[in-house]
C-alpha cells in the first residue's frame, strides 16, 4: 500500500510503507539509542503537459523529534539511498527512488515531501503505519 498526492496539473508522489531495514557501514548519519532505520519507496509520475524537474527533500518526524535522514549510498539493496534523482522526468514518465530515515517510534512517523519546492505544495503523510 502506498499513500498518493497528487497535484491539479498531474504530477503525483507516493510513499509506500516504511519497511525496517539495516544501514550498511558507509551510512554516515546519526542513529539514536533505541531509533529504528525504515526505507520508504517514492515514486514521482509526471501526468502533467510539462517536462518536470525533481528536486526532492523528504522531511520526517516521528515520536514528536525530527528523524535523520540516512545517506547510504553504498546499501546494495537500495543503491544511491539518500540521494534523490535530478534527472528531467517527460510527460507521461514515472521514476522511482528509495529515501530512508532513523525514526524514533516507527508506528507514529509524519513525512512532508513535493515533487520540487519550486512550483508544488509539499504533501504531508501522517500516521504512516509501520
Given at each position: 500500500?502506498?499513500?498518493v498526492a497528487t497535484y491539479d496539473d498531474g504530477v503525483s508522489i507516493s510513499m509506500s510503507q516504511p519497511s525496517e531495514f539495516t544501514p550498511t557501514n558507509l551510512d554516515y548519519m546519526p542513529r539514536?539509542?533505541?531509533d529504528t532505520s525504515v526505507v520508504f519507496k517514492v515514486v514521482l509520475t509526471n501526468n502533467s503537459s510539462e517536462v518536470l524537474e525533481p528536486i526532492v527533500f523528504p522531511e520526517a518526524s516521528s515520536g514528536g523529534k525530527p528523524?535523520?535522514?540516512v545517506a547510504d549510498v553504498g546499501n546494495p539493496d537500495y543503491p544511491n539511498l539518500g540521494m534523490a534523482p535530478?534527472?528531467?522526468?517527460l510527460p507521461?514518465?514515472?521514476i522511482e527512488f528509495y529515501?530512508?530515515?532513523n525514526v524514533a517510534d516507527p508506528s507514529n512517523i509524519t513525512l512532508e515531501v513535493s515533487?520540487?519546492?519550486f512550483k508544488y505544495e509539499n504533501a504531508i503523510f501522517t500516521n504512516i503505519p509501520f
Amino acid at each position: 500500500m502506498s499513500h498518493v498526492a497528487t497535484y491539479d496539473d498531474g504530477v503525483s508522489i507516493s510513499m509506500s510503507q516504511p519497511s525496517e531495514f539495516t544501514p550498511t557501514n558507509l551510512d554516515y548519519m546519526p542513529r539514536a539509542e533505541g531509533d529504528t532505520s525504515v526505507v520508504f519507496k517514492v515514486v514521482l509520475t509526471n501526468n502533467s503537459s510539462e517536462v518536470l524537474e525533481p528536486i526532492v527533500f523528504p522531511e520526517a518526524s516521528s515520536g514528536g523529534k525530527p528523524a535523520i535522514m540516512v545517506a547510504d549510498v553504498g546499501n546494495p539493496d537500495y543503491p544511491n539511498l539518500g540521494m534523490a534523482p535530478t534527472m528531467s522526468i517527460l510527460p507521461g514518465q514515472t521514476i522511482e527512488f528509495y529515501t530512508a530515515f532513523n525514526v524514533a517510534d516507527p508506528s507514529n512517523i509524519t513525512l512532508e515531501v513535493s515533487p520540487t519546492s519550486f512550483k508544488y505544495e509539499n504533501a504531508i503523510f501522517t500516521n504512516i503505519p509501520f
